[in-house]
């Protein structure tokens, strides 16, 4: 497919399916109206899309930020990239009194003419905060330390100060105090924000990311990383097949990504992947600690030899991907984002490496889980309740009060079920495997895009519409976001993405799209040269399908759905404004 021209897509968007765009003369108020309307107080995570009139850059930043009550100056622009469809994506981090606060972000993205077509926000505002100091640096170590009583080894490490988001959304000055030492079943490196006026802890932030939160395991001895060199990259033999086999699982899930994705390492950036084997002694997990892939031998029992089992090297190598992109803070939902990408990875590379879609796909680790028992797996992503603990609805979401390592950050690993049937349901089509039960609705219909589509839309949601502080709801604002610039002339994908996630109970209620569950003709006719399958229509090519009825034909007369209903609400709020409020000043 050649270039997208985005500008069409967007005229599209403002001008088709619902109403027409607003007629403003002044693009600032525009911008005003529309994020006001989509981005409530507390710095939710918002995909706003202004596409119909873009704006300049500084017009945007500017905006955006005396909406949140932030001056400008305070946003610190991070890193500035440039994709394949010519648009042009800028990240800030806002800053008060020359301190980060820590999670609020704003980026802006440009279509090939440099102008603002979508901006992205988790910004506080920090009318509430202040700069005053009563617990020093010394105090703020003990404090952290004291809940690592009961571990080994634990140490502490003074990293400055920032200012951290409290549960009321103000951003409060703190120490930033980095423990380290050894929990029963994985090393600690947590980051613990210490309120410097008041001593309480207000977030506590685990970097190392298992895969499975266990609670119990039998043996454990401690190990330093990375260890003693054994392969480097053209090597194949070490003469340990433990290492021989985890050295080619971490080639393969490099492959997936480079192929999949275009994206040359977890960083994007060909760094070298650092994995260490025969971690601790029958250490039935993995992780990723902010810098390298550590795997265990497994216990046998739980778990066979998991340096084997492709979907844990996916796994926690995607989590290195996650650091590096949107570094969705791992606690709450933004954690269950985190733990839920790596899951849809690995799925993505099980379907990559097998050539197809399998009920394999959908179950996360089904090779080493319980090797003496078949037909199980770590993790059921079509189904995620069938292991007695994830969840798979946001009605039936495990909340917690102040994340901590005893809840596994807010239940990271538990939640992430909801995020990955949505992805599942993307993929396939379908319904919800429990649709018609409790506050599961039975009238919510997805319709199925593929593993090719659903793999695009995931990735560039996650690298490109998701900050560290995104949540459910700004998710599905990234697939949509996504969805809408990947795929221009069928605006159904992008609507299509709004109904996988509001069949697991998240945002607003969308109409089912006309084409009902799934291609009725089973996916493309037309064979793609980049597919690694043609004849399976699971996993369709790029193109648009000829059974998919794109434009607005979907739903006539049901409630405007997914980017037109940004375009309601911003009409409504523009009359709104205009009358009860003079023209902003710029
Ligand atoms: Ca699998
Ligand atoms: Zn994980």
Redesign the pocket.
Known sequence: MGKISLMAALALVGTGCTEPAPTATHRGQSLAATVSAMAPAGGRSHVVSFAAQPLRSDIALATVATLYDVAASALSLQKTDHDALGMTHHRYQQMYNGLPVVGAELSLHENANGEVVAAVSTLHSTAASTAMVTINATDAQAIARAAYANERNVATRLDGMAYAVDNNGVPRLAHQVWVTGEAVDHPILTQVFVDAQTGDVLAVRPHV????NRKTYSANNTETTPGTLKLSEAQTSSGDATIDKLHASVGKAYDCMKSVFQRDSFDGGGATIIASGHYGQSFANG??DDTQLVLGDGDGQMFSNIVGDPDWLA??LT?GMTARTANLIYEKESGAL??SM??IVAAICDAHVRGSVTAQTWQWSEVAYTPGQSGDAGRYMANPTQDGESKDHVSGMQSCGTPSEQNDSCWV?YNSGIPNLMFKLLVTGGQHPRAGQGAVRSDVKVPKLGMERGAAIAYRALTTYMQQSTNFAGARTAYHQAAMDLYPQSPDFAQATDLAWYAVGVGPAVANLSTGVGEPNGGDATPDPNDPDPSDPTNPTSGQPADYVGGCSAGAGAPAVGTPLLLVAWASLLRRRRSNRPEAGH
Not at 209 to 212: E, I, K, L, S
């Open positions: 990311q298992t895969a499975r992780y990723w796994h926690e989590h985190n733990e790596s899951d690993h």
